[in-house]
């Protein structure tokens, strides 16, 4: 059975980090694309990076510079480190592989960026 559980968010002022952490289980994580995604309230889910089995990434527009996506294959895990956050990352964040696999959704962690 395939889990993919992510861990790390909190409340953040503007201007502060985070660090997101999905620990995948089930799957032959080392051979597939991850992303992390996010979907903000009334908002659809979006892509917010992905990371390819060598390393090379991609980011949407709105994270770049700010977001850096890693992998571990050797446990696993799959992280996104978020610096500069503002009020608009404001959302429960996701990871799947991608493109993603429905029935791969887990619970998210909850990020919000708040004074």
């Known amino acids: 059975q395939v889990q993919l559980v992510e861990s790390g968010g909190g409340l953040v002022q503007p201007g502060g980090s985070l660090r997101l952490s999905c620990s995948a289980s089930g799957i032959m994580f080392r051979v597939y694309v991850m992303g992390w995604y996010r979907q903000a309230p009334g908002k659809q889910r979006e892509l917010v990076a992905a990371?390819?089995?060598?390393?090379?990434?991609n980011y949407v527009d709105s994270v770049k510079g700010r977001f850096t996506i890693s992998r571990d294959n050797a446990n696993n895990t799959v992280y996104l480190q978020m610096n500069s956050l503002k009020p608009e990352d404001t959302a429960v964040y996701y990871c799947n592989l991608h493109p993603p696999t429905t029935t791969y959704w887990g619970q998210g962690t909850q990020v919000t960026v708040s004074s």
């Open positions: 990371i390819r089995t060598r390393g090379s990434t």
